[in-house]
């Protein structure tokens, strides 16, 4: 029984090329868009969940300021972990991590490293990373220890053992090779080239609440034990901030982040940056979308192919087939077709893979599919599609009355017509709610890209700052000025796309002394001039400000001069022109406001613009900024990396621009702008594509009727309106219905922006007039062929 029913399949499928291929390759695209998402999905959501110790290692994030004001960082000083685990029992250990790019070298070949991370002794004891090489209780027990990964002990070491080897690190220090480990996988917020010993750094010999450069991790006894360790931890540090620190109103707190809500449940970056929940939501949904619009498809032309199969029905019901049997042949005839797409779909899924990798960033491997846990949800998928698809027409089939299919054919009730309709509606209210949130995407992405932030990143140069730079710091920067294209040079100890200084001032403001937790930017001479920000009060920095640096007598007579933004004057409750000659303390060390400076947004625009504080220090300097004229950038490099060699030579010569960097705030946004362009084109192809074959059925269906109206004079301008019409007012309703959806979850989407667009009313009559010309393009291939028709023909094929 099975092989008859097989091979009635295969004759149908056969017999009914274009509806085959139609359905064929709608749930094939349908399938293979679920499975290239499905992968990014398991990487996403798998996020250290390798580790066997994730379910009780917690991240400590820290906060600070005044209530209703509180500052968020997702580092600590280093006292945080080696304190709160004197001081809660269920800490067992902690590791303390910090990245810094190094310049490394061995023999010949000198790489600049940006995965160069600093850990405790017991990073190895915490975390599952198995060394290769090496003992993991002593490979980070002392100073000027390193372990390295298996892909970077190749690069240097190529087959030879690299164990005791010695590693020369920024020209001043040597560093011995104590062991190797696996490449952290993929899906892993902690990723390294290189682990050296945290005992390293001078950072190591001292406990400090602030100076907070350090991600500070904590494993407890047991996963029970994080909601009342951050329950005691609050009380604690409530106690700390009043006593220790003696910050009154203010506060000092911590906060314990599971580790496997890390990645997808924190607004806090860390190593890497973090995914998003919202994102993993909102593809998925994409992802079900487009198979059910596939689904949809095969439905609607499965249901209407129906009516070509009378005869069939009524012999096999006359011969004895009951209802059951019907079902069964019909609903196989839709699982074959959807093991047949499903198998497809994997090896498109395979070809495709180098290309969505390029489009979501990641590293993913089709392997990954055939893992058990996968392969359930594959013959799952297979199943449920399968089912979905063909289970409406095959009852439909399975449920025709025998007198009347012998009388008069299978007629399609009208109720069967109605929900033929829902589905197409259906289909395009999903498009046209994809090429809505596309615009909406891209125009956010545009709005960010031009906005006004309150400084010049064009044709800005970046070159990176190291401790062997400082002796020669104002040499290198006089060698770059003589450049003809540079127009200033300046440095800084960030890049005022990401300042995460945080700091305190304490201020007069003339009624009462106000305590201020502040964002600061350790900078030099002329670094407002050369990021062109507006003075709004007061005047730039001097040497004179410099001179005032006085590090002399214990720097008893040393005196800083302030700058600060607009929102910080704000909240010292003076104005820009009130602020300026005012008294100021930092850490105890006096200096007087300077000048005020319009706002500019240091951070990305999903933050409003918080205080901010400039002062004079080279000491801190990790960027040197040159402004160019922007003409002739490629002869500028040139000459930078000739003068580079000359004077540091003992790192490679490597440069970004501001721009640049400050695009790469907003590469979650791209990458979701790209995946929704990407995957609303899939969805408007197969909602056309099904509509397609839906106008050359009914064009089909009427070649009669068409052949009479052409006799009586009907124009072809008349019968394509006449076939079209229906299609398109199913389009103009699916208009109005996803309109109004699209517009409240773009709406929602746009408020984890600070700064963002307004959706424009064009964009819905965009979307919905392209929808309209698709989809009256789409039937117009079917009915300009049947209205162009010899009508004698048709008259007589019918």
Known sequence: MFKTYFKIALRKLSKNKLYSIVNIVGLTVGITSCLLIGLYIINETGYDKFQKNADRIVRVTMEYGEPGNMNKAVTTGTKAGPQLQRTFPQIETYVRVINYSSVVKYEDKVFTEPRFLFADAGFFNVFSFPLLEGDAKSALDGPRKVVISASTAHKYFGNADPVGKVLNVNSDREYQVTGVVADAPENSQIKYDFIASFSTLSASKTEEWWTANYITYLMLDKKESIAPLQTQ?????????????????????????????????????????????????????????????????????????????????????????????????????????????????????????????????????????????????????????????????????????????????????????????????????????????????????????????????????????????????????????????????????????????????????????????????????????????????????????????DTSNHGKNFKYAFILNETAVKALGLTPEQAIGRRAEKGGTPGVIKAVIKDFNFASLHENVGPLMLFLDKQFTNDIFIKTNGKNIPATLSFLKAMWKERVPHRPFEYSFLDENYNKLYVTEQKTAQIFSTFSTLAILLACLGLFALAAFATMQRTKEIGIRKVLGASVSGIVGLISKEFLVLTLIAIVIASPAAWYFMNKWLQDFAYRINIQWWVFVVAGGLTLVIAFITVSLQSIKAAIANPVKSLRSE
């Open 233 to 549: 931890i609050n009380a604690y540090m409530t106690n700390v901030s009043a006593n220790e620190l003696k910050m009154g109103k203010a506060q000092l707190v911590y906060n314990a982040q599971p580790m496997k809500e890390v990645h997808l449940h924190s607004d806090l970056g860390g190593l890497e940056a973090n995914g998003s929940i919202k994102t993993i939501y909102v593809i998925s949904i994409i992802a079900l979308l487009i198979l059910v619009i596939a689904c949809i498809n095969y439905t609607n032309l499965a249901t209407v192919q129906s009516s070509g199969r009378s005869a069939e029905i009524g012999i096999r019901k006359v011969l004895g087939a009951q209802k059951g049997q019907l079902f069964g042949q019909f609903i196989g005839e839709s699982f074959l077709i959807t093991l047949l797409s499903l198998t497809l779909a994997i090896v498109l899924t395979a070809a495709l893979m180098p290309y969505f990798n390029d489009l979501t960033g990641k590293v993913l491997a089709i392997a990954s599919l055939f893992k058990p846990l996968p392969v359930a949800a594959l013959v799952l998928l297979c199943v449920l599609v399968g089912f979905a698809s063909g289970s409406y027409p095959a009852l439909v089939l399975a449920n025709a009355k025998l007198i009347s299919t012998l009388k008069s054919g299978l007629r399609l009730s009208s109720s069967g017509s109605y929900f033929r309709k829902t589905l197409i509606v259906f289909q395009f209210a999903v498009s046209i709610c994809l090429i809505v949130s596309t615009f909406v995407i891209l125009q956010q992405l545009n709005f960010m890209r031009n906005k006004d932030l309150g400084y010049d990143r064009e044709h800005v140069i970046v070159l990176p700052v190291d401790e062997q730079m400082q002796n020669s710091y104002e040499a290198i920067k006089a060698a770059i000025s003589v450049n003809p294209n540079v127009i200033s040079v300046s440095g800084a100890n960030a890049s005022p796309t990401s300042v995460g200084w945080g700091d305190g001032i304490d201020v007069d403001n003339g009624q009462k002394n106000v305590s201020l937790q502040i964002t600061a930017l350790p900078s030099d001479l002329g670094f407002i001039k050369t990021m062109n920000m507006k003075i709004i009060a007061g005047m730039d920095y001097t040497e004179a400000d410099y001179a005032q640096m």
